[in-house]
């Protein structure tokens, strides 16, 4: 079966300081691996996906993520935060190779980004 | 390229009353479609999905239903609303092949408050 975890609900940081944003899965098969956008009353955006290809994973926006097999995590990491991430992201995973059709979706971190 | 249209984009409904949100999809064929409800400050929760025409799988009981009459549109309805449909209502489409799960598509979402 396939679950994720978002471990912070919330997080905060100053504007030009790093963001780390964290997500575990758990999956019995390879999994596939998403990060999602979400600014209020907007639909969901993609910032970058993991498809057992590389394991460091660069999005949009500056955004980067890190398949870590052994420890099931995929990270989602900003070098530098701008006032304009501030938003929610989503950690989703999907065992599309299974035979599933669905997309199992964390439970969201509120980004807030500090003056 | 693809695009993906929801509407009404915003709703106010009195309780008792019937509802249909639309979404379409163009650019593709074929695609799995979605339907979402988000809560005030909360994650998404899977309604319907559609891997084919005619084909809608529920995924929690409730008093709403899916139809897809057509490849690339997809219908949530309800007969009569209750307080508790009030949420922010997502349609979305993807792909998933024997090779794993494809990014999934979001629409802008419809606002619906039931009074």
């Known amino acids: 079966a396939q679950s994720v975890t978002q471990l912070d609900s919330h997080v905060s940081v100053s504007e030009g300081t790093p963001v780390l944003l964290r997500c575990n899965y758990s999956?019995?098969?390879?999994?596939?691996l998403f990060w999602y956008v979400q600014h209020p009353n907007k639909g969901l955006q993609l910032l970058l996906k993991?498809?057992?290809?590389?394991?460091l994973v660069k999005g949009i926006n500056g955004f980067e993520a890190e398949f870590k097999k052994s420890e099931t995590s995929f990270h989602l990491t900003k070098p530098s935060a701008h006032m304009s991430d501030a938003a929610e992201y989503f950690c989703?995973?999907?065992?599309?190779?299974?035979?599933?059709?669905?997309?199992?979706f964390g439970t969201g971190t509120r980004l807030k980004v500090l003056a | 390229s693809q695009t993906i249209h929801q509407w009404p984009a915003t709703l106010v409904q009195p309780v008792g009353s019937p509802l249909s949100l639309e979404c379409t999809v163009e650019?593709?064929?074929?695609?799995?479609l979605y339907w979402y409800r988000q809560a005030a400050g909360r994650g998404l929760q899977l309604l319907f999905y559609?891997?084919?025409?005619?084909?809608i799988s529920s995924e929690v009981p409730q008093n709403l239903s899916a139809s897809r009459p057509q490849d690339r549109q997809f219908i949530l309805s309800s007969k009569k609303l209750l307080l508790s449909d009030s949420g922010f209502y997502l349609c979305?489409?993807?792909?998933?092949?024997?090779?794993?799960?494809?990014?999934?598509?979001f629409g802008p979402g419809t606002r619906l408050t039931v009074t």
């Open positions: 979305a489409w993807s792909f998933i092949t024997g090779l794993g799960a494809y990014e999934q598509y």
């Open positions: 999956s019995s098969y390879s999994p596939s």
């Open positions: 993991y498809t057992s290809a590389a394991t």
């Open positions: 989703v995973v999907s065992d599309g190779a299974s035979g599933t059709y669905k997309y199992i």
């Open positions: 650019g593709t064929s074929n695609p799995n």
């Open positions: 559609s891997v084919g025409i005619g084909q």
